[in-house]
């Protein structure tokens, strides 16, 4: 393989956390299709290969999903690699998370000879939790500390919305101001809790963010001698320091929301996210898959205009019983047009072997269908795993298994793509060469299509070259 790879100049000073919007437009779904396969560009594929002399990552292209075998072998261009890669507007981003520290974030284009080339500026930012699109921007956000002069009279500071803007034609980055505390997370949702936003679905000029609610952090519960704290959850306010990276917490923090049973959306007019609308819904829990610090997107826009939320009832996990969900995982949804839930409800859970499965992460697969990345077992059993695919009819309320893929999966892909009623997805597997597989979401079958001499396909997508 040839080394294209070039070293990008560092662009601003690193950004502060940054929880990502998972977003959709109207006209493509950037996050997870990438462009419109027009026939004038070429698939690109994130792999992974690894031998006697460490792991390489390779951006290879090729003609076609359907077939075909691609091998890395004097093939397409090495780079660094990526937590996420994010296809949008003809380019490809790769967002790097790091935990508590900068990870590194360049972008790539087609060039006009087909082949994969780096651009001049690679960004610094913090981690995030989720990401998405909206506009000329790919957007990153978290919930983080809030500035010193926001501070309460004890020094605990509030939690606010971290966000970084990477205008993806420009190659500019710019950080949000939180200064004025119009970013503040705290009491988002009038109990006192902070909140972080798990993706974010661009329908219009809107974009819906799921709002999944943290617990109290130190300024919360402090406030007002403990006002946010509710009876008998005094024992889960933290005495003293502990835990690890994405478990660690601080002395005052109550960890975990006190209010497992219920599913909030807010609702912003732009890209700015302020001043949000809320809608509220207590069939479901709050709407987010979960792995680590990754807080997936579960809201996601059918054909029509509907938002339909998307719950795993990843509260089941919890320890405590007070903060253990009784829901089920479900979906409920948002009309075309309105800012509150109707009446609209699916229990996906006893849909699935045994009725109490859940679902890691899914998308929008074309209609009113949703591609869902299954767990094997409970996820308040032992190690789940999330190996399995099915098919969400939101129109029959019907929840369909994948058939036709093979036994041996060790994972399954960060994106899919949507073409002519099938949604691919790279299907990574144990001692065999990785594919990409359409699933026709009439039937729920899936199709192996081209494969790749990698040890793994991390993202795909649709690229033509950037004029």
Known sequence: MTRKDTMCRLLAATFIPAIALCGCSEDNNPTDSGNDNNGEGKFVFATTITGSNGTAYDLITGESLESGNLTTVNNGLL?????????????????????????????????DNGEMKARDIEYRISRFSSYGTYGDYIITMSTGDGPSTLADKQGYLPKTLLLTYLDVANQTARGN???????????????????????AEQCGSKLFCGAVPMGLSQYGSAYENGKWIRPGFEHLV???????????????????????????????????????????????????????SQYYQTVWAADNGDIYVFSSSYAKTMTDPGQKTKLPAGVCRIPAGSTSFDDYYCNIEAQTPGGNRSFMRCWHAGGNRFLLIMYDRALTEKDPVATELAVFDADSKK???????PSNVSSLGKTVFVQNGNVYIPVNVENEEPAIYAINTSTAKAQKGVSIKANDITGFGYLTPAK
């Open 79 to 111: 780079n660094p690699g990526a937590t996420q890669w994010v296809f949008y507007k003809n380019y490809l981003y790769a967002l790097t998370y790091n935990q508590g520290n900068a990870g590194t974030t360049r972008s790539y284009i087609l060039g």
């Open 238 to 292: 933290h005495t003293e320091d502990g835990g690890t990276n994405s478990g660690a917490y601080k002395a005052g923090e109550l960890v975990g929301t006190q209010y497992p049973d219920e599913c909030w959306v807010a609702i912003y007019d732009n890209e700015n996210m302020t001043n949000p609308t809320l809608a509220k819904t207590d069939k479901i829990s709050y709407p987010c898959g979960r792995f680590k």
């Open 399 to 405: 929840l369909t298994y994948v058939t036709g893929l």
């Open 177 to 199: 101001d939180t200064s004025t505390g119009a970013y503040s997370m705290e009491n988002f949702l009038g109990n006192g809790e902070y909140v972080t936003l798990a993706g």
